[in-house]
């Protein structure tokens, strides 16, 4: 099975320690965000879970642990954008960013790594044409240390218009600027460029429409051909084609306060659920409550042995 990690929150991030500590014991609870005593308990075993799923901004923290995932599975969104702390206050020095993300590549290997631009959005600071030579002086920094890129343009949720008011939808011609241009760019580069939830109208200049984070992906990532039972999660975008489920984070945790992030509802909550956080409970915020019910989520593998993914 597949364990993410990024769906609601940045846990490289904020929670290293903790999460190193799930590693170590083997289990982590996690609470329907919908009906908070739902606890589903997940084994954190490479004999069950075959691939760990990341997306970060900022994945340092988590390095002095790396080792322990030395044998799972793993693939690795690292997102970096041109925007400053206007945007994003709570995220690290883009350049310190890039060289972590270089590092990270270099301990796992590229076909375990993606970057992310992404959500792009323009207005008078952020233009067209800032948004094309900040992603150019980016993707040349990266040559070399991943083979793809991940784009979309800013989805305007309800969360999104009560943290970001003035962000508006990019335009049709706008879109299709900026999506031919970085696929050029990002070709030159040596990566291919995967739109996030964009329809395909960008796959006839190059870029490849079939979804940011599917099982093939996971497949190339971990060497091994998987049987996956098809997904009950709902996408939130009716075109996304990513794999989704069994994510271990909680809402209105991230503390990058990113003014597009539809993760965070409540900013008050963020800094209430920062004193809540326990790095030795099973629980990412708080810890067992009286009236909890626990369900052991069954697990297993879901490799094909009988192929490899070099036997196609």
């Known amino acids: 099975m597949i364990i993410n990690t990024g769906q609601r929150t940045d846990i490289p991030a904020f929670f290293p320690e903790w999460f190193a500590n799930r590693l170590k014991e083997g289990y982590v609870c ?3 965000p919908y009906n908070l005593a739902q606890v589903s308990r997940y084994k954190l ?3 069950v879970v075959d691939a760990i799923g990341f997306c970060t901004k900022n994945p340092a923290p988590f390095f002095p642990y790396l080792d322990l995932l030395k044998d799972y599975g793993q693939y690795w969104y690292v997102t970096m954008t041109g925007y400053g702390k206007d945007i994003e206050p709570g995220v690290p020095d883009k350049i310190q960013v890039m060289e972590a993300f270089k590092e990270l590549s270099r ?3 590229i076909n375990k790594i993606g970057w992310r631009y992404d959500p792009i959005f323009v207005d008078e600071k952020y233009t067209v044409d800032y948004h094309l030579e900040t992603f150019e002086r980016m993707a040349t920094n990266l040559k070399g240390y991943t ?10 949720y309800d969360k999104v218009k009560r943290n970001f008011p003035e962000a508006r939808a990019v335009s049709a011609e706008d879109k299709l600027i900026l999506g031919k241009e970085i696929i050029r760019i990002a070709s030159d580069c040596g990566m291919l460029v995967k739109p996030c939830a964009e329809g395909d109208f960008l796959g006839r200049y190059g870029a ?15 060497g091994s051909h998987l049987i996956a039972p098809k997904s009950k999660v709902q996408p939130a975008r009716a075109t996304c084609a990513c794999y989704l489920g069994a994510d271990i984070g909680a809402y209105d945790t991230c503390r990058h306060y990113c003014k ?5 509802n409540d900013l008050e909550q963020v800094a209430r659920n920062k004193k809540l956080h326990d790095p030795t409970s099973p629980f990412l915020i708080g810890n067992y409550r009286p009236e ?6 069954t697990q297993k593998s879901w490799k094909d042995n009988q192929l490899s993914i070099f036997d196609y």
């Open 107 to 109: 301990h796992v290997g």
């Open 147 to 156: 083979g793809h890129v991940v784009i979309s343009f800013i989805d305007i």
């Open 208 to 222: 490849d429409c079939s979804g940011c984070m599917t099982i093939d992906m996971y497949e190339k990532a971990i």
């Open 292 to 297: 909890d019910k626990i369900h052991d989520v």
């Open 45 to 47: 075993n490479p004999e």
């Open 260 to 264: 597009y992030c539809y993760a965070n």
């Open 30 to 32: 996690v609470r329907n």
